[in-house]
């Protein structure tokens, strides 16, 4: 993560600064300038396992209609950026300083341009509070041997410590305070730049249908991120006076225009940046595949993918790294704090060249032991991590290594060739229910995921000439 934190921090510059979008006085341990810095740093860590989604129009219009909003905000002038995250879990999140990602999992399920600005509203506003900057200063404040854990982040190019910082800054899970704060200074900011309010009141109903409908992971999606109090939309529309009649935005024109610009927009995993299949992980464009132990429960993130035993004492890791061989990579892993790196040689796995690393360490106060396999795919340097519970080493090496060296070329020609699910807007030519649609249109999708995409209900038929979101299937 840099230097510049720890000799921040070693400074201990507490500075009280005012809170732009409140006017009180907060503890922050961070100056504007820092805080930009910051963001910078957590977004370059972040795109190391994360990607921008390809479509240059659809971003242009994000960032334009963030733009908008940023304009409005208590902090206009801070360097706003507003992009795509190519990832399909539902969420929406701020980087310090002014960096706003939504994912195309989120965009998705939206349905008109006020409900987007309600999302990107919502989290201009956690940023014009300053909400993940004081989050992390109260963390800091309160974290026994902060200097000792921010040491961690002296490995510039480990991905490791995105885990620690990065992707812990990311996940900053706000307060329910924090979580009204940013809905109301949404609600602010669309009035103050002319949209529809009642953007963010709807936002906040989909939001909250989705995540009920997906459920959680290990990693947080939107309602573990933004915590969501009960009635919390239905508050919002109370408190800040909006007024439910007329509803200026919700007209068709509008929302065919919005639908238009999903059209062809990807819909689930991607497997050309990696899809999981039974228990192979599959990486098209990098030419890759993995097997990944057979019944652990697995999360991705982005470009990392994880997956952990029952017992939680055995787990496998696979990560991008920045480093250009395998050998640097296995070096920049080594010299890791907390990492005792032991044995080490080269092999050839899959035939893909690999640089192989045992080792044992200190993770969180556990004693750990594991296999590091840093493999040179035909795109990149990864790395695979078999890691136990030092107690339990002898119980889960067999599988932690079986599933560390499985990585190779992809050898199965089913996997080679696909083609991820698309969007698909259509106009009705008569009159139909969800579930006539979907036997029509996406027969591989149930009727709930189609109705929960259009914000409808499965039995309600739509009129003709409506348009309407439906999923094109890959292959
Ligand atoms: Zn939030």
Not at 75 to 99: K, M
Not at 291 to 297: D, R
Not at 459 to 472: E, H, Q, S
Request: charged share 25%; proline share 5%; with cysteine.
């Amino acid at each position: 993560m840099g230097r510049g934190l720890l000799a921040f921090v070693s400074i201990a510059l507490v500075a009280c600064a005012l809170n732009p979008a409140t006017g009180r006085k907060q503890l922050s341990f961070f100056s504007e300038s820092y805080e930009i810095e910051l963001g910078a740093e957590v977004d370059r860590e972040f795109l190391t396992t994360s990607r921008e989604y390809e479509d240059a129009g659809l971003h242009r219009y994000v960032a334009e209609l963030g733009g908008r909003l940023a304009a409005v905000s208590e902090r206009p002038d801070l360097p706003w950026t507003f992009r795509l995250a190519d990832d399909e879990i539902v969420n929406a999140f701020a980087l310090p300083g002014g960096r706003i990602y939504v994912t195309r999992g989120l965009l998705a399920h939206l349905n008109r341009e006020a409900e987007l600005a309600g999302v990107l509203g919502h989290e201009i506003g956690h940023v014009s509070a300053r909400h993940a900057v004081n989050g992390l200063s109260r963390e800091l404040a309160i974290t026994a041997g902060v200097l000792a854990g921010l040491a961690l982040f002296d490995v510039d190019d480990d991905a490791q410590a995105i885990a620690a910082l990065g992707l812990g800054l990311l996940f900053l899970k706000f307060g329910r305070n924090q979580e009204r704060q940013a809905d109301e200074l949404g609600v602010r900011y669309a009035e103050r730049a002319g949209l529809d309010p009642w953007g963010v009141v709807d936002v906040l109903r989909v939001l909250e249908q989705v995540s009920r409908a997906q459920g959680d992971g290990w990693f947080p999606v939107w309602l573990s991120t933004h915590p969501d109090p009960e009635g919390r939309w239905q508050r919002l529309a109370a408190e800040t006076g909006l007024d439910p009649a007329p509803r200026p935005g919700a007209v068709q024109p509008e929302v065919d225009a919005f639908l238009d610009r999903l059209d062809g927009l990807v819909y689930g995993p991607d497997p050309r940046h990696g899809v999981i299949r039974g228990n192979v992980y599959v990486h098209l464009r990098d030419r890759f595949q993995w097997t990944l132990p057979a019944g652990w429960e697995v999360e991705r993130q982005g470009q990392m993918v994880a997956a952990g035993n029952a017992e939680q004492n055995g787990q496998v890791v696979l990560l991008p790294r920045l480093a250009a061989t395998e050998r640097e990579a296995a070096a920049a892993f080594a010299a890791e704090d907390g990492v005792r790196a032991g044995e080490s040689w080269d092999e050839n796995l899959g035939g893909l060249a690999a640089r192989l690393v045992r080792f044992d360490g200190g993770l969180d106060g556990e004693e750990v032991r594991g296999l590091a396999a840093f493999v040179r795919t035909p795109a990149r340097v990864v790395s695979v991590l078999g890691v136990s519970a030092s107690d339990s080493w002898s119980r889960n090496q067999l599988e932690l290594e079986r599933s560390v060296r499985s990585i190779g070329r992809i050898a199965d020609p089913q996997h080679r060739a696909a083609a991820p699910d698309r969007l698909a807007i259509v106009t009705l030519d008569r009159s139909m229910t969800v579930g006539e649609i979907a036997r029509r249109y996406s027969p591989q999708e149930e009727p709930a995921v189609l109705a929960l995409l259009n914000q409808v209900d499965v039995d309600a038929p739509l009129p003709a000439g409506r348009r309407v979101k439906t999923i094109r299937a890959g292959r």
